[in-house]
């Protein structure tokens, strides 16, 4: 008889990968076979992480048609299964999966688009968290200016592509898709997604406010952000591109 | 009725819903007559709009939780990054009632979103015992344990579950959920009496009572019930309420849907349809009383 930990080692991997040959003889069958009986419990898993995913990518699921996507998302949850019960949180790899799993090498701007959607999703469903004001700007110290790092609210989100992921993303949302061709050589995107007042905004950045805030959002201190943005445009508002970000709300805390 | 009031009111004996996601707003928009809802508190531990949607219900409606994600049964212990996110929304929402599974989810850290089967003996009581005390302790209050839907047996379980579960109540002080959709389709899947399995469990230990839909399917020739929760409460489930009301007394009802969600108006009808069968049942029992 085994413990109950190797018994739950062995019936997670006959769930994931569907090997049963160490848990079969603990499984009693009779009218019914225990592979029958173990299959609900198979399809139970599978069925609502993939319903997971459907849900989060849907325009992913509409470019690769449902079974391709039904298969990628099989293969993930094999690679990748979740580790919370919080399953706002899965599907997070599975851009970077797309990325790195063959059988979609032909589809290049497909991550992006992927990456496109859990931004928006994770916008959607990220804690409520009270943001600063300008105000709290203007109460930092001379000296701790340069050094300073500004954390952004959870909802808040930067991608740079080299593809129209933007179009190719509408084309294919629910309710809005359209088989209009798209041009992939028409160009890339530097998009922003934020939810204010409850609803998610998508919007293009221009070149140097996206390269600002990336840096600022991967913690870069607000002296080396500054000289990189102006070593890409001299002209950059420093002062106004500061105070937009206090101004938009997605600043919520601050640290050096 | 004062919301003040409506925050220290224990849940009603009464048949409140499940509430699910897609009608957060027309509950906030309309406040619908129900008696009390409850919700996975794994869909609102994200603490987005959602949380904040349900705080608002909160104030004028009682709640129960009812966890799906603990995993009582894992030989590996509980999570304690998950049981301290489900403290901070018991804090937060101060629910009449919670809730979780005799069954398990987690092994290996890798969380299987499904209520796995327990082999019942020894010692998967000793690890659930220690779990429920572990859970009770962190939120320091009594919980229910639901009875899930079996679709398998291991060869080595030695105790019948209702035995099981009123051994895990005289352990650790917890309460029962008894779900009799799940009494019923376990009954038919792993061959037993419903009615017997209801006789079984010790009547005062239960708290709530789950009612909720499955559906038939076959294997080899013979039927298999799927506790999915997608549609309305079969007529043998109903009949067994009575049953389990007479057994239990009055105890706080919920009507479960997750698959194909209805409209918030049928599911207010299949609630309705309780309290009715309820009044029934417990008038008569008082009638047999007296008598």
Known sequence: MPGLRELQRDFRAALLTGEASALAPFLLGDDIRWESRLDIHRNNVRGTLSTVLVECFPAVRRIVDARFFDYAADAFLRARPPVSPCLHDYGADFPDFLANFAPCHDLPYLPDVAWLEWLLHRAAVAAETPFLGTASLAAVTVERTPVLRLHFHPAFGLLQSPWPVEHIWEANRPGQESDAPIDLGSGGVRLEVMRRDGSVRLRSLDAPTFAFRRALHEGVALEAAASAVLALDPDFDLAAGLSALFGEGLVTELST | ?291
Do not use: K
């Open chain 2, 1 to 291: 009725m004062t919301s003040t009031m409506r925050h220290s009111a224990p849940i009603p004996a009464r048949a409140g819903l499940g509430l699910r996601g897609p009608h957060l707003a027309e509950v906030l928009a309309t406040r619908p007559a129900v008696a009390w809802f409850e919700v996975h508190p794994e869909n609102y531990m994200g603490e987005g709009p959602a949380l904040a949607a349900l705080e608002r219900i909160r104030r004028d409606y009682c709640l129960s939780l009812h966890g799906v994600g603990l995993s009582l049964g894992s030989a590996e212990g509980i999570d304690r990054a998950h049981l301290a996110r489900l403290r901070r929304l018991v804090e937060r929402l101060e629910p009449g009632l919670i809730s979780e599974h005799l069954s398990w989810s987690v092994s290996g850290g890798i969380y299987l979103n499904d209520l796995l089967p327990l082999p019942l003996e020894e010692e998967s009581l000793a690890i659930v015992a220690r779990n429920v005390e572990t859970m009770q302790e962190a939120l320091g209050r009594r919980v229910l344990v639901e009875n899930p839907s079996a679709y398998l047996r291991f060869r080595h379980t030695t105790i019948p579950e209702p035995e099981f579960l009123a051994a895990l109540v005289h352990r650790t002080g917890c309460g029962l959920l008894c779900d009799v959709n799940n009494a019923y389709v376990s009954a038919v899947n792993l061959g037993g009496d419903p009615r017997a399995y209801l006789h079984a469990l010790p009547p005062f230990a239960v708290g709530e009572i789950h009612l909720a839909g499955h559906f038939r399917t076959e294997r080899q020739g013979r039927t298999l019930l799927i506790d999915d929760h997608g549609s309305q409460v079969s007529e043998p489930v109903w009949e067994l309420y009575a049953e389990a009301l007479g057994r239990f007394g009055a105890v706080p009802t919920l009507i479960e849907w997750d698959r194909e969600l209805p409209s918030l108006d049928l599911l207010m009808r299949e609630a309705a349809r309780a309290d009715g069968i309820a009044r029934r049942a417990l008038d008569g029992a008082d009638r047999a009383r007296v008598a």
